[in-house]
């Protein structure tokens, strides 16, 4: 395992056998999302993209209590209350917002504990989401007064329709995991102490698959969600096009023909 450079101690980044693992990392703010962590995601997002040795990335949070239990409300007064600071605020979501679109390898949020407000739209981001038992959901917006932005409601609304988002924002209370699983908030819930193995057991199954595949999947997923007139269907057929004319699909027969697992190269 290799420890990468994020650019600060509250967002950790390792790199095991080809899966990137980010930390979220403020224990004792059970894992609040601060300015600083806002700020370097979207440097270390990009640099995951461009290594071609990371095919999954896994989100978590530190310790057992918390995924990310929301934004850091202790630096609302001085980040979010002037007109000027809640521009620079709103200009690192969508900073972090681009870099997530960016983002074209698999992603899958282990959440454990809170996973609420900005966590929440954190986990959201990811392709796949697997909660243990003990996970509780909720935007508590409505319970501080700030307003939410459309790009927040966008996204909750594109996985759980359209009266589950209003429940969700309208009454700002907590989901139980079984509840989340339930509404397609999260993909399934397991015991919290097989959390950590379900998750590695994915990944890894993840990553021994066709990178050219997967990344093409991952894009068709993302265009069939939008409106059709502003789908890039040409960029999802020039990706599928790719895999056809890979080595790894002729890897992917020889396989087959001799019986055993691919040996993937992403090329």
Known sequence: MSRRDSG??????????????IT??????????SVEMRTALPRVLAALQLDAEVRVVVLTGAGREAF?????ISEFSERRTAPEARAEFDRAAADAGRAWLALEKPVIAMIRGFCMGGGL??????DIRIASEDAQFGVPAARLGLGYGLAGVEALLDVVGAAWTAEILFS???LDARLAERIGLVNRVVDADRLEAEVAALAQAIRDNAPLTVAACKAAIREARREPAKRDAARVA????????????KEGQRAFAEKRRPRFSGH
Do not use: H, M
């Not at 979220?24 to 999302?33: G, Y």
């Not at 990310?68 to 850091?72: K, L, R």
């Open 8 to 21: 600060t101690e509250k967002l950790l980044v390792d790199v095991d056998d080809g899966v990137a693992r």
């Open 24 to 33: 979220f990392n403020q224990p004792e703010k059970r894992n609040a999302l």
């Open 68 to 72: 990310i239990s929301g934004a850091d």
């Open 121 to 126: 739209l954190t986990a959201l981001q990811a």
């Open 172 to 174: 700002a209370r907590r």
């Open 238 to 249: 020039a990706l599928v096009e790719e895999c056809f004319r890979s080595q790894d699909y």
